[in-house]
């Protein structure tokens, strides 16, 4: 199975909440990021990029959620803890 990247991030919290993300609507996801930069906690410059990948078959609907994410069309849903809070 080809893996294909749609997602670039620079620190590992983002491509894991992005791959939480994609995960939840149904999609195999996978995260790579290059050795030395996990060895010394890199999070900036080339070395620091993390990469969100998906099978090659579901790279059109990944890039359509994340598309959808980043304008603003998902939503965190209220539960009765936050009402209280209100």
């Not at 999070?43 to 099978?55: D, I, M, Y």
């Amino acid at each position: 199975m080809k893996l294909v990247s749609v997602y670039t991030t620079f620190g590992q919290l983002e491509a894991d909440m992005m791959k939480a993300f994609l995960e939840a609507q149904g999609l195999d996801v996978e995260i790579t990021q290059e050795s030395v930069a996990k060895t010394l906690g890199l999070s900036a410059g080339k070395l620091g990029e993390v990469k969100v990948l998906v099978p090659e078959n579901q790279e059109q609907r990944a890039r359509e959620y994340i598309r959808a994410m980043l304008a603003g069309e998902y939503e965190m849903p209220i539960t009765p803890a936050d009402e209280d809070e209100a």
